[in-house]
């Protein structure tokens, strides 16, 4: 029934809406308009965002055999455990930045949870300032530098405390804290450079782990460099067969120049990615206008790997700076000495770019040249400023926090969000029930007084089609009882009662068939109809054979029922045809029936007696369909008499 589907229909639209309203949250929309805070904190994270793709990528942890300082066990966590550094001499405090140590992972090995940087000229801090205080919050560890700026903070010592430790991996009951380098700026260059160190509980297990490895310049975060595809790899000895041969090269700063620091760039080929620290001597010296910088070539120096080797000389004056290898660097079978650049500093200045370069014997190819060993590159890239580039790896790690962070209140506004979300499908989905429910009792009264009226419409058919029959068999048969019956009288009688009797299946088929019956039906009926009415006449009915699945309402069916009723028995009466033809087709909303005699036909626009032609054009209208009558009586066109009736209406 109608009214059963439309509510089926609307408990699956319901039922849709609901599920639409309980689902809304996993998908990909936007939640803003439903929590306007969360508008602030995607447009905070998108700055963030932006100023962090600014910054120098994350170099990769570079493991050597310098870990850096190992503090002493502690069985609480809560222990205090310090190191503390001697710069010699009071210096106005740029920065300090703390690294990590790394040791055989990608994390942070030992690294204190809360912790609190001090700079003091009293070597027992009895008066000190506190640079940075991480004691009252929990520190994530992670493998990234701490940045500190100082302000010009005149110190010679500077302290880092431990106040919460760190457990030590796979021992349980036993804490620690590690640091890799802590580095201290002034005037552009790092005054803490094997600087002395003093910590009254510390592990010494060398080489990996001392209180000197702190300030030795060497860390895992590797070398100051913005990576770029620039094919050049610095300077390259001649090869050797022995190792123990001497290679030297040198510059020329042109004039004697004050210097304070010098820094060695290990080589790393690409061609050869797997080889840290390629061709960097085992033993070797540096010179300055032939006085002794820095001497090795009594011991083996331990591989720097990507990470630079800084020699400090404050207030030294040169023109010329040589580096002697007296141990090569083996090769594959061979040995050489190789460097990707030579820095000399002065106020935080390589002074050395571009210098002139000298070298007891050379290997020139397209990444090889001694022009390769002051062009302010390694071999993997452009060669940064070591201070501003830990600073600005610092702030990486600070807006990668705060990016962690505020995921987090993305994640919390969303689920308020959400919920919100899921409050407002509910309202919406009760309106909506209660809205469908108040539309199903309003369709289910309509539908009733529908009925109703059908029953009413009925009624009158059983009066106006079988009472009148009725009546006028009564009639009939009290004739015949008065005046003796005769044949005439009793044909009548049996012609009135045989359309009583077809108008009354007719109806009761109509009340059979429910609320929607199928279009097949209804030529069924028509067929039966004609068969009673078209007696005597040949006739024939043409209908679709292929559809039998479309339907009308009842209402529908009613009135062209009648509406065929009524032309065939006006053919019957009147026409005095011969042959009948009626077409029935119909499509998706189209229904189209036609019907023709060859009777004598009529003049329709003369037609006045009978309510014949205004039944049909009644039932027409009320289907909202049209009526077209062609009809030739026999004297106007006697070679092709006869009527045609078309009926063309909506199905719906």
């Known amino acids: 029934m109608p009214s059963q589907e439309w509510s089926c229909g609307l408990n699956r639209w319901l039922l849709t809406f609901a599920l639409l309203g309980t689902t809304v949250a996993s998908a990909g929309v936007p939640w803003a308009w439903l929590n ?88 027992l801090f009895g008066e000190s300032m506190t640079l940075l205080d991480q004691t009252g919050d929990g520190v994530t560890p992670q493998f990234a530098p701490w940045h500190v700026s100082a302000g010009q903070v005149k110190a010679r010592y500077v302290r880092f405390t431990a106040t919460r430790l760190a457990p030590q991996p796979r021992l349980a009951g036993r804490h620690i804290f590690c640091l890799g380098e802590l580095l201290v700026f002034s005037g552009g260059r790092n005054v803490a450079l094997h600087a002395a160190v003093f910590a009254p509980n510390s592990v010494e297990t060398l080489p990996t782990w001392s209180p000197k490895h702190l300030v030795d310049g060497c860390h895992a975060l590797g070398l100051p460099v913005q990576p770029d595809d620039v094919n050049g790899n610095g300077w390259h000895s001649a090869i050797s067969t022995t190792t123990d041969a001497t290679k030297w090269v040198q510059l020329d700063l042109g004039s004697v120049r004050h210097l304070q620091e010098i820094r060695l760039i290990p080589a790393h080929p690409r061609d050869y990615p797997d080889r840290f620290g390629f ?132 994640a919390l506004a969303t689920r308020t969000a959400q919920g919100r979300a899921a409050y407002l499908a509910a309202a919406f989905t009760l309106v909506a029930m209660a809205g469908g429910f108040v539309l199903l009792q309003r369709s289910r009264r309509s539908r009733r007084k529908e009925i109703e009226s059908l029953r009413h419409r009925i009624s009158r058919d059983l009066h106006d089609e079988i009472g009148s029959h009725l009546g006028s068999i009564r009639l009939m048969s009290e004739l015949a009882l008065r005046e003796g019956a005769d044949t005439a009288s009793m044909e009548e009688i049996h012609r009135l009662s045989g359309e009583a009797a077809e108008s009354m299946r007719g109806i009761i088929w109509l009340v059979r068939e429910g609320d929607a019956p199928k279009l097949a039906s209804l030529v069924e009926a028509m067929r039966q109809s004609a068969t009673s009415l078209l007696k005597g006449i ?115």
């Not at 570079?62 to 870990?67: G, Y």
């Not at 023709?596 to 009529?602: I, K, M, S, V, Y």
Request: net charge negative.
């Open 36 to 123: 306007a805070e969360l508008a602030g904190i995607e447009q905070q994270r998108d700055k963030l965002q932006a100023r962090l793709a600014a910054l120098p990528p994350a170099p990769a942890a570079q493991p050597h055999e310098h870990a850096g300082f190992h503090s002493g066990f502690a069985p609480q966590p809560d222990s205090i455990r310090w190191v503390q550094i001697d710069l010699g001499a009071e210096y106005a405090l740029d920065a300090v930045v703390v690294v990590p140590a790394m040791l055989g992972s990608v994390e942070a090995y030992g690294f204190p949870h809360r912790f609190r940087i001090d700079a003091s000229n009293d070597p």
């Open 279 to 410: 061709g960097f001597p085992k033993r070797f010296k540096i010179e300055g206008d032939g006085r002794m910088l820095f001497d090795s070539t009594g011991v083996d120096f331990t591989n720097p790997g990507d990470t630079p080797v800084a020699i400090p000389a404050p207030n030294l004056r040169v023109q010329i700076i040589r580096v002697t290898a007296t141990r090569l660097w083996e090769r594959s079978g061979d040995f050489v000495f190789a460097l990707a650049e030579l820095q000399v500093f002065d106020g935080g200045k390589d002074i050395a770019l571009g210098a002139s370069v000298a070298a007891s014997d050379d290997t020139i190819t397209s990444s090889w040249s001694p022009e390769g060993l002051v062009d302010g590159r390694s071999s993997s890239g452009l060669l940064l400023g070591e201070e501003q580039w830990l600073a600005e790896l610092s702030k990486r790690r600070d807006f990668e926090g705060r990016l962690a962070s505020l995921d987090g209140e993305i």
């Open 538 to 652: 040949d006739w024939h009915l043409q209908t679709p054979s292929s559809d039998e699945s479309t339907t009308a309402s009842l209402e529908f069916h009613r009135q062209v029922f009648l509406f065929f009723r009524e032309a065939a028995y006006n053919i019957a009466r009147h026409a005095k045809a011969t042959q009948v033809t009626i077409d029935i087709t119909w499509q998706a909303k189209h229904f189209h029936l036609r019907i023709d005699d060859n009777g004598c036909g009529f003049d329709a626009d003369a037609v006045t007696a009978g309510n014949g032609l205004a039944n049909l054009r009644h039932r027409a209208e009320v289907l909202g369909g049209t009526l077209r009558i062609r009809s030739f009586d026999c004297q106007s066109k006697p070679q092709a008499p006869g009527t045609q009736i078309t009926l063309d209406a909506p199905l719906a």
